[in-house]
């Protein structure tokens, strides 16, 4: 597509709940990248999706975050038993490939948690 | 762990007048990125820079690199009020893990 798609745009559920957030990263795009972005804060690197290689992990806060690409594509990041902690803007970003230089940004999915 | 820094956090300008925003980081790295931010809305690409004195310049910004002193600019020229937005600078880790500053809100006023 011509840009980053995520989607929902918004969601609210319930403490306690799983979500699921997708991104549609942009077409010939080998690297996927997740960001979390908290009211007023800067940006925090979660996950990152490079071609067929293993996925760096290392930003995910906690066992309940999970994400999977698949067909290096469309990618998806799942949260289990949400808390209210867990509220906040979550960024994908996708890039030609690593090392490639800037990020292009989807538009975010805003995750409240009641 | 690379920190990076933004100063200051909070700017309002005045039309008309030129103002600076700093971006400091803590480790080596000659890759930094600037980044605008309209309210409600996703990041959007200024620029990139790749080496130590890069400088680039687009309409009323223009952005500095001096990797030497692990440090960033990016300077406003005659602020008009369609600059309002925040601004962010992130710099690589390792090649793709990009770490960013907190942001820079930036409100232009008449």
């Known amino acids: 597509g011509a840009g980053v798609s995520q989607s929902p745009s918004n969601k609210v559920t319930e403490k306690g709940k799983d979500v699921e957030l997708r991104c549609d990263p942009i077409s010939g795009h080998t690297a996927l990248y997740w960001y979390r972005q908290s009211l007023g804060q800067g940006l925090e690197f979660l996950i990152y999706f490079q071609g067929n290689s293993a996925p760096d992990k290392s930003g995910l806060p906690s066992d309940r975050f999970s994400a999977e690409r698949t067909g290096g594509s469309v990618s998806t990041l799942t949260i289990q038993r949400t808390q209210q902690e867990d509220s906040a803007v979550y960024l994908c970003?996708?890039?030609?490939?690593?090392?490639?230089?800037?990020?292009?940004f989807g538009e975010g999915s805003r995750l409240t948690v009641l | 762990e690379l920190k990076v820094e933004q100063n200051p956090l909070f700017l309002s300008m005045q039309e008309g007048k030129n103002y600076t925003i700093y971006c400091n980081y803590s480790t080596t790295s000659d890759r930094l990125y600037w980044y605008r931010q309209d309210p409600g809305k996703s990041l959007e690409s200024l620029f990139v820079l790749l080496s130590n004195g890069a400088v680039k310049q687009e309409g009323r910004l223009m952005a500095s690199l001096d990797t030497k002193a692990r440090l960033s600019t990016l300077h406003i020229t005659a602020a008009v009020h369609d600059l309002s937005a925040t601004y962010f600078c992130a710099v690589d880790l390792n090649d793709y893990k990009l770490s960013f500053g907190a942001g820079t809100t930036v409100t232009v006023r008449a």
């Open positions: 970003a996708s890039s030609l490939g690593a090392g490639a230089g800037e990020l292009f």
